[in-house]
Nanobody
Framework: QVQLVESGGGLVQAGGSLRLSCAVS????????IGWFRQAPGKEREFVVA???????YLTPSTKRRFTICRNNVKKTVVLQMNRLKPEDTALYFC?????????????????WGEGTQVTVSS
């Protein structure tokens, strides 16, 4: 059974940092791409960042200078480091997984999803 468990969310002031983790089990992690998405109340799910099996990454223009992502294939975890957070980063953050050698950046390309961790940035 594949499980993705996010952790590390919380409340932070604007300009602060948070470190989200995604722990994956039940999947051949080394050949899996991991994506992070977020969804704010009343808004559609939004792509944030993805990392491929070979550690190629893709970030959006709004996050590439503030967020970084890395993976640990031994621990089967992916960490999303978020710096200089803004109130508009407030959302429920999900990690997702797909066994692929590519780098999916849309929600429809991912197969497995976690339940999310809440990030709230106060102004």
């Amino acid at each position: 059974q594949v499980q993705l468990v996010e952790s590390g969310g919380g409340l932070v002031q604007a300009g602060g940092s948070l470190r989200l983790s995604c722990a994956v089990s039940g999947l051949s992690f080394s050949s899996t791409a991991i994506g992070w998405f977020r969804q704010a109340p009343g808004k559609e799910r939004e792509f944030v960042v993805a990392i491929s099996w070979s550690e190629e990454t893709y970030l959006t223009p709004s996050t590439k200078r503030r967020f970084t992502i890395c993976r640990n294939n031994v621990k089967k975890t992916v960490v999303l480091q978020m710096n200089r957070l803004k109130p508009e980063d407030t959302a429920l953050y999900f990690c997702s997984a797909r066994r692929t050698l590519g780098l999916p950046i849309t929600g429809g390309e991912y197969v497995y999803w976690g339940e999310g961790t809440q990030v709230t940035v106060s102004s």
